[in-house]
């Protein structure tokens, strides 16, 4: 298989579209078109359908495209790297992280990144969706939780869990009266919650009263004192140890595992080996309290 052939390719799939290619690399549209279809002659195949002003990956296209994408992607790094005469990370890197991890920690990780390894150009969206990394062209996404996926490998930044808090001044009400409270979204519907301390167990009934997207939303209006709600550890730690908030329990459920994961059939590049370092620098123990540092 012609490589080059394969790069541009590699290329007019990356940017959609044969025009877009030429004036990202610099070189004439005709001259990926022609490599292209040498491409899809040599191999007996159709890479993409053609429209009058639509270009989309053929099933056969996109398969292609998902496994010598990466591939091409090390050898580039690798000449690079022997050029330049060693490992020395550089170049982009795009890391997908969750809402709440970036509000309250990935700003200063990364611009202290950013300081430490200024020719690396890093890239952070912020989503709880799940991405296809391969796809959506992610190096690293951070996750919790992550549903099981053998494309992926990862390595464990941190152990949280939640609690049920509230403000001083509201009271904790006994037996089947509901108790005020504050949710995230609209998708927990759950009337009770079962709750446990070092010396019982027992189950809070709830109203709530106010449904906020975002758990920084949500801590703000505990402590507020519109109602209790169940956030993690590493979000109230600060305002548990100074008093805005008091501890009324631990939510009985799993625990909350922040996970850092990578495409399992790539060689780590050399930014993502420095960045996967640095995160463990951060977080060397992995509690929740490691992340409250960053809280202002």
Do not use: C
Not at 66 to 76: H, I, P, S, V
Not at 77 to 85: K, L, N, V
Not at 181 to 188: A, H, P
């Amino acid at each position: 298989m012609d490589l080059l052939a394969l790069a541009d390719f590699n290329l007019v799939a990356r940017h959609g579209g044969f025009g877009r290619a030429a004036r990202a690399a610099g070189r004439p549209k005709a001259t990926l078109s022609r490599r292209v279809s040498e491409l899809e002659s040599s191999l007996d195949l159709r890479l993409f359908e053609r429209g009058v002003r639509t270009l989309k990956l053929t099933q056969e296209g996109r398969a292609l495209f998902e496994r010598t994408g990466a591939l091409l992607a090390e050898l580039d790094e690798t000449a690079t790297a022997i050029a330049s005469g060693g490992d020395k990370p550089r170049g982009r890197l795009r890391i997908s992280a969750p809402l709440l991890f970036s509000q309250t920690a990935m700003g200063k990780l990364a611009a202290a990144f950013a300081l430490k390894y200024p020719e690396v150009r890093l890239e952070v969206t912020t989503e709880d969706r799940s991405v296809d990394m391969i796809d959506e062209g992610y190096d690293l996404v951070i996750r919790v939780n992550p549903d099981p996926d053998e494309t992926l490998v990862g390595r464990i930044l941190m152990r949280d869990r939640l609690v049920v808090v509230a403000s001083p001044a509201q009271r904790r009400r006994k037996g089947e009266i509901a108790v005020p409270t504050v949710v995230r979204g609209t998708s927990d519907l759950s009337s009770t919650w079962d709750v446990t301390t070092r010396s019982r167990n027992f189950r809070i009934t709830t109203d709530p009263v106010l449904r906020l997207s975002s758990l920084i939303m949500v801590r703000d209006a505990v402590r507020a004192g519109v109602g209790a709600a169940r956030l993690p550890v590493s979000l109230v730690s600060p305002d548990l140890a100074s008093g805005k908030l008091v501890h009324w329990g631990d939510v009985d459920g799993p625990e909350i595992v922040l996970w850092a994961l990578y495409p399992s059939r790539r060689l780590l590049s050399a930014r993502v080996s420095a960045f996967l370092d640095f995160l463990r620098e951060a977080f060397p123990l992995g509690i929740p309290e490691e992340l409250a540092a960053f809280i202002d």
